[in-house]
């Protein structure tokens, strides 16, 4: 009976052990799947929230991109165009702010990147108003310098944002294994306890646990596989501030590895500096683990390596909390903002030089001027200055020439004036310099010392004589602040205009002169055969009855009706033999070169023209403008009779000269078609004597 009722005990013992063995085991599957499903679930929030912030980035580098397109906007219509794309891109971007605040609820950090993108709105508004009243240069000044400022702030708190949500997740994680694990391990030991079915179930348990333990470490390296894989530099430490991890980009940026970093003092690690003042910045994480909130890093943070390397960083700290939000210590991320800060200067160099002479541009003098309005910089001389010839000399020789001498008169500029000076490109051809604690005499011998420089200056283009530079200025003297800056600017400019009206016209004569010796050398167009053209021109003139004015202008026109051929290449001017398709293309631009040449100078404008029409054909088949009859000036068709006339009765490089006779009966033969009738008949007859 004793041992009926023993073995009853020892069943219901160990039906009681079973029990227990089976709660212990359930209870451990069950922990298990908690932290499978807690993490599942971290992991499917963090996704989501990764997603939105992507997609949240994206529209904002839209909206970015279209407040370029508002600021280029050049009509109603494109500027219409560019706000729809910034107000419906706009909507996309807070539709995304109302989705993560269903996932992230009251977060600081989302609330930060909210009221940054707030803070872009007056930005925007402004570049809006710009583009409006038609100031494209200072919308796309704004957008390039503070928009582009502000974009980049937004885009940093929203990785901000990230990486705090992708930690907070594996914080999570880990605490929610320690908490299994601790739980499983009791149960083991309580296991132990028990007999051989005790035994037994521990026995399994553990099997179970190794597996666990297998698949946590596996966890645990892909974790750390992962911090070492993303491109910021990750610090945690302790409460004693004492650094306990710190992944693969923060022991490059420090210099430190894990092994000697570990247990050492974060400050000890991580040397910051402010970038302006050189002192060292107080620590951010003693900020976070005494407010137990995130901070940022102040802005011109230096982080100095171990080996002394330099290097701009931006990004913030924030607590790390346990299972029960109890702060247990602190990381910092931190990313390397060099080469931001870099383009960043980049930028505000752009926006105050002149790309072409490298001198300071019209928006920094501008804003240097309201400096120097102040009487510690008295005496304070203004020289204005504006080259001369610079049009005609892009019309003739080309703008890659002209860009070299505004290079050129931009260095003789800084030779002349002091490192205390300030010299800026103020226009296309107009420069200034403003010169403070300087006399009327001091600025009268800098003037004079300029004009020297031009005159010694060796500005020689390629297949053409020297051009002596010139620039004509205009100095005024500031010497009490009776004389506002505006009337010194003015009485400056004043003089400098009334010394380009002096100076203008000899420079013009000299490239004229220039231009058409420098024809003579390179072409068949010989000094004799524009003298035979005029004694021609004239004899024609006389007998159709032109004004005085008239035979002025064809004296003019015979020397310089072919001037546009000192554009065309010395291959195609000079070659023996016939054209090819594409080098006779080239030649008949010779009269729009022409043109150009002459409508940039006073003295051959009236003429420019006749210049561009003396290759128009009777018939309407010349060039370039296919003219036909009476639409042909006069004075062309007369040119282009005579020309013709003298270049087939003289030898050419392509062919021999015809006799006078065959001469008279090629111009029969084309009267009508290329040349006019009327005139043609007269030259025959009247000037070359001969019957029709």
């Not at 100031?135 to 400022?149: D, H, M, P, S």
């Not at 010394?499 to 220039?514: M, N, P, W």
Request: proline share 3%; net charge negative; charged share 25%.
């Amino acid at each position: 009976m004793k041992s009926r009722k023993f073995d009853v005990l020892l069943a219901i013992g160990f039906a009681v052990l079973i029990a227990i063995s089976t709660i212990i085991a359930v209870t451990g599957i069950v922990n298990m799947i908690d932290t499978r499903v807690s993490f599942e679930n971290i992991y499917n929030v963090s996704s989501k929230i990764e997603t939105e912030v992507l997609r949240a980035n994206t529209n904002l580098i839209a909206v970015h991109r279209a407040m370029k397109d508002v600021a280029l906007s050049k009509t109603p219509a494109q500027f219409d165009r560019a706000m729809i794309d910034v107000n419906q891109y706009d909507q996309r971007i807070q539709t995304n702010f109302a989705r993560l605040q269903v996932l992230l609820g009251q977060d600081v950090l989302l609330n930060a990147v909210e009221k940054a993108y707030q803070d872009w709105k007056p930005i925007r508004n402004q570049t809006i108003a710009f583009a409006k009243a038609k100031q494209y240069a200072l919308a796309a000044e704004n957008t390039r310098t503070k928009g582009a400022a502000q974009v980049l702030l937004i885009e940093g708190k929203m990785d901000l944002l990230v990486k705090r949500t992708q930690l907070d997740a594996q914080k999570t994680y880990l605490d929610a294994y320690v908490l299994s694990r601790k739980s499983v391990e009791t149960m083991c030991y309580l296991a132990l306890a028990m007999l051989m079915l005790g035994t037994l179930i521990a026995f399994l348990i553990g099997r179970a646990l190794v597996r666990v333990r297998n698949k946590l470490h596996d966890e645990m390296e892909l974790y750390k596989v992962t911090i070492d894989s993303i491109g910021d530099g990750v610090i945690s430490v302790d409460m004693n501030r004492n650094v306990q991890n710190i992944n693969k980009v923060a022991q490059k940026f420090t210099g430190w590895n894990f092994e000697r970093a570990r247990n050492i003092p974060f400050k000890t690690v991580f040397d910051i500096t402010n970038s302006v003042t050189g002192e060292h910045i107080m620590d951010p994480l003693d900020r976070v683990i005494e407010t137990d909130m995130p901070v940022e890093l102040e802005n011109h943070t230096i982080l100095t390596s171990l080996s002394g390397v330099k290097r701009h960083i931006a990004d913030s700290a924030a607590p790390i909390r346990n299972a029960h939000n109890k702060t247990i210590g602190a990381v910092i991320v931190f990313r390397d903002v060099t080469d931001e800060i870099k383009r960043l200067d980049e930028i505000k160099y752009l926006g105050y030089h002149d790309n072409l002479t490298g001198l300071f541009n019209r928006n920094y003098f501008n804003q240097e001027l309201k400096k120097y309005d102040d009487p510690q910089y008295l005496p304070l001389s203004i020289i204005l200055g504006d080259l001369n010839g610079l049009k005609l000399s892009n019309d003739v020789y080309g703008h890659e020439t002209g860009d070299e001498l505004l290079i050129r008169i931009s260095e003789i500029l800084t030779e002349n004036c002091r490192d205390a000076d300030l010299i800026a490109r103020i226009g296309g051809d107009e420069f200034a310099m403003v010169l403070p604690n300087t006399t009327r005499e001091e600025a009268n011998e800098i003037n004079e010392n300029i004009k020297t420089s031009c005159e010694r200056s060796d500005f020689h283009p390629v297949n053409f004589k020297p051009i002596i530079l010139s620039i004509s200025l205009g100095i005024c003297t500031r010497e009490t602040m009776d004389r506002t800056m505006e009337e010194t600017l003015k009485y400056a400019e004043d003089r400098m205009y009334t010394h380009k009206l002096l100076e203008g016209k000899s420079v013009r004569s000299t490239i004229i002169a220039s231009l058409r010796n420098t024809l003579f050398e390179r072409s068949n167009e010989t000094e004799q055969h524009a003298m035979r053209m005029t004694e021609l021109a004239n004899q024609l003139a006389e007998e159709v009855g032109l004004t005085k004015h008239e035979v002025d202008e064809i004296k003019l026109l015979t020397l310089l009706h072919d001037i546009g051929k000192i554009g065309i290449s010395d291959n195609v001017l000079n070659k023996e033999g016939q054209l090819t398709v594409e080098e006779w293309g080239e030649m008949k631009k010779h009269p729009e070169v022409g043109f150009r040449i002459a409508q940039s100078t006073t003295e051959l404008a009236h003429i420019a023209e006749l210049i561009l029409t003396h290759h128009e054909h009777w018939d309407g088949h010349g060039y370039p403008q296919g003219l036909a009859g009476e639409e042909i000036p006069k004075l062309s068709r007369i040119i282009g009779l005579v020309d013709a006339y003298d270049v087939m009765t003289h030898d050419r490089p392509y062919r021999d000269k015809m006799t006078p006779a065959q001469a008279v009966k090629e111009i029969k033969r084309c009267a009508g078609t290329q040349f006019d009738p009327v005139l043609s008949k007269i030259f025959v007859e009247k000037v070359l004597k001969e019957p029709w």
